[in-house]
């Protein structure tokens, strides 16, 4: 074998081995894929404003929206191995979305399959009923 030849050989066994590693992580880790759109006070949400999912009080996934609303959020399955990486432990799992913060409705479960969902995000105004009646009191 000539040194040419050799190198040829070496190059391709190194592509084999990372393209067999990159594979194997495609294959073993799940990720639960949610697609959709997004609505604040009854408007598509608009670009660039900050999604996150999470689990209890632990976030999963980050994204931001683009045009008209719509989003992609990737949530990982938990791995043991990988501690320090939130994730899905069962299908089980409440996920909550919120958009800059505020949580969006309907919460969902992960699935084996991608999901597609429109979400929205309705704020109230919240006011205390003492702070209420001292308005209310300013004009009588």
């Given at each position: 074998?000539?040194?040419?030849?050799?190198?040829?050989f070496?190059l391709l066994?190194?592509?084999?081995v990372?393209?067999?590693?990159s594979?194997?992580?495609l294959i073993?880790?799940n990720v639960?894929v949610?697609?959709g759109?997004?609505?604040?006070q009854?408007?598509?949400?608009a670009?660039?404003?900050d999604?996150?999912a999470?689990?209890?009080?632990?976030?999963?996934?980050?994204?931001k929206?683009?045009e008209?609303g719509?989003?992609?959020?990737?949530?990982?399955?938990?791995?043991?191995d990988?501690p320090n990486?939130n994730?899905f432990?069962?299908f089980d799992?409440?996920?909550l979305?919120k958009?800059?913060?505020?949580?969006a409705k309907?919460?969902?479960n992960?699935?084996p399959?991608?999901?597609?969902?429109d979400?929205?995000?309705e704020?109230t105004?919240?006011v205390?009923l003492?702070?209420?009646g001292?308005?209310k009191?300013?004009?009588k």
């Amino acid at each position: 074998m000539t040194k040419k030849a050799l190198m040829r050989f070496t190059l391709l066994c190194l592509f084999v081995v990372l393209l067999l590693s990159s594979a194997q992580g495609l294959i073993y880790s799940n990720v639960f894929v949610v697609t959709g759109t997004i609505q604040f006070q009854g408007r598509p949400a608009a670009k660039d404003l900050d999604l996150a999912a999470y689990i209890n009080d632990a976030r999963v996934a980050k994204a931001k929206t683009t045009e008209e609303g719509k989003f992609e959020l990737r949530i990982p399955e938990y791995d043991p191995d990988n501690p320090n990486v939130n994730g899905f432990h069962s299908f089980d799992d409440v996920i909550l979305v919120k958009l800059e913060g505020k949580e969006a409705k309907p919460t969902f479960n992960p699935k084996p399959e991608k999901l597609k969902i429109d979400l929205s995000v309705e704020t109230t105004l919240d006011v205390k009923l003492s702070t209420w009646g001292k308005i209310k009191a300013l004009f009588k």
